[in-house]
């Protein structure tokens, strides 16, 4: 790989023309398919397989004027007066004019007025799915009510639901990436060329992401997500390159063979840590949901983007560059210090003499912070974590105000059979069984298609929905129904949709975090040829996801700094949120673990002791991948300023397992562990040794190549990445 991925850098290092117009074509015509395809996105999760789910299809072949988005709209009378059925009738008449709106129900008739007649609620039926609505329907939904004078009319239900904007508190992220390159390189030309090309490989990625959205049903969250990994990696592998391109040129390599072996060694590394993120994401597709897949496959694109992008554009724009790469003291021939005595030297001698305090504390206190993740919940969000003062937030507050947390969390009952008698008897057993359940406030009189085949019942829980006792009074009612035999009942609604899905990823979770930890294992395995060293890689990765959901509870469910950090209502977290940051996690590790590693393995075969080995690669890498995660975790915690719950939660727990698992796990435990265990650490049995492929990470099989073709440059080329 690394001798392929050498003629690879030196190639666009000579044709820097043909490659940058090649990827500069490719983003406009990309950009161009976006512009022309884009499709839109929602916030609407399905289950293929669930009950909710099956009942929605239902409803969708049986009543379709039932299936469409809905909207409530909360009327509210000044305090001390209560509302009349002349003062809400221009709500109701303004709703049903609303483009799309097949019924708006007078809430005196249809009794959804509160007991004090104060506050009532019109609901709204459109005749399309929520992410067929559009925004000319939204805007007139919006301003229905308009002309109700001396009254507090809000606006809510599934048709609210929008796409997170991406704004100016993302940039954040990308400023202080911008400062860390800097400081690291010491040239603004270096730091400025990184995030140029981190800049159009993301771009790329993205451009074919809403390409791609005309065809392909995408959740609003899913192409932030694309955005958040695709901007982190595409930094952090450019900055890898051009790290250990500087330190060729710094030895005195001409810039075109410096160019090639960066490529060629750091390339590999690149190519080995990309790889694992994108069959991480990728894998999400076994866990069998289909939303969760497109997530995984879009962001997995995105970071196979940035991948190809750091080895191909990057070359090319170091030819640019020049010696312009370099900080200004060595264009004009100051000495660099030497590595001896730098902060990673210094850092590694202490983790190698303190090793068995710095184990102690590390997974004592990883294991501390851990421990709220025993409380874990989790669950679809729901608009009481929508933005303070937004449409659908005002709606959510207003409702539980003036009717109870139960009313923005109803369920409905789809009865189905095949003559309208049995539906009716069935809807009223049924309905019976179902109010005298624990948990449920109220059922509504059944609704029935123009067949008369199947029948609605609207039911109303007493609490939210995400409280864990609506999620018991769903099971309950369910156990209730499963005994009428003459009609088939399913339980739906958002709430019930939120209950399946939550439940579903929670039973894929043990299965996907083995499958990763396998990986894990296996990989590392290939490439760092140890049995030691890829468990120690794949425990100290289960401390990083522990604690990181231990933190993420503690602030975002239990509410803990929860202001710190912009969270006004706790609650549980978004269901699909600690799968994917198994994955995302996974690939993000396996970077510094190789990064740190690799050069620890090639300095013990040169024959340092264990000891200095594992002191020299602290030496050689930790600037770079502290600076690395400085930037990634920049990127990530740029996002927890959005207004979005699912986004904020993803950012931050991104953020804060970046943090842990580079400065306490890979720089802290692992060179501890490897110390410790000396030369066994690196051993591998013969048969297994020769039954593995070697993937060459390190480059071992390029310095050979290039000794053999360059006899007369061997003795001061054997070094390729910039060592002694």
Known sequence: MATLLYRLGRFSFRRRGRVA???????????????VFHGPSSDEFTMPGTESQR?????????????????????????????DAAGVAPVVREASAVPGVIAALDPFRAGAVSPDGRYALVQVQFDRDVQDITDAQREAYLKAGSSAAGLRVEHGGDVMTST??????????????AVVLVL???SLVAAGMTLLNALIGVGTGMAGLFALSGVIDLTSVTPVLALMLGMAVGIDYSL??????????????????????????????????GATVVIALAGLSVVGIPFLSVMGLAAAGTVAVAVVVALTLLPAFLSYAGARALPRRQRTGQSASTGGDGFGYTWGRVVTRLRVPILLAGILGLGALALPAKDLRLALPDASTAAPGSPAREAYDLTSEGFGEGFNARLVAVVT?????ATAAAAGQAAQLIQGTGGVLAVAPPRTNAAGTTALLTIIPKTGPTDAATEDAVHAIRTKVAAITTAE????????????????????????LLLVVGLSVLLLMLVFRSILIPVKAALGFLLTVGSTFGITVAIFQQGR??????????????????????GILFGLAMDYQVFLVSRMREDHVRGDTPRQAVINGMGHNARVVTAAALIMTAVFGGFVFMDNAIIKSMGFALAIGVLIDAFVVRMALVPAVTSMFGRAAWWLPRPLDRALPNLDVEGERLRHHLASTTPEKALDRLSLDGGD
């Not at 390159?241 to 960066?262: C, H, K, N, P, V």
């Not at 949709?497 to 929670?506: E, F, H, M, P």
């Open 21 to 35: 117009t090649a990827w500069l074509l490719l983003l406009a015509l990309l950009g161009l398919a976006a512009a």
């Open 55 to 83: 009942a929605l299809d239902a409803l969708s072949r049986e009543f379709p004027q039932a299936s469409g988005a809905t909207g409530t709209i909360v009327i509210a009378a000044a305090q001390g007066r209560k509302l």
């Open 164 to 177: 997170p904007e991406v704004g100016g508190s993302e940039g954040i992220g990308v400023l202080i990436a």
């Open 184 to 186: 690291t390189f010491g």
């Open 240 to 273: 890898f390159i051009t790290s250990r391109y500087r330190q060729f040129l710094a030895e005195g390599m001409d810039r075109e063979e410096a160019a090639g072996r960066a490529t060629g060694t750091a390339g590999s590394a690149v190519v080995f840590a």
């Open 417 to 421: 059979a095949a003559d309208p008698q």
């Open 489 to 512: 009942i399913a339980v739906t609604g958002a709430t019930a949709v939120g209950i399946d899905i939550s439940a579903k990823l929670a039973e894929a979770m043990p299965v996907y």
């Open 561 to 582: 700094l929860a202001n710190l950090f912009g969270v006004d209502v706790p609650g549980p977290l978004v269901s699909f949120l600690p799968i994917l940051l198994v």
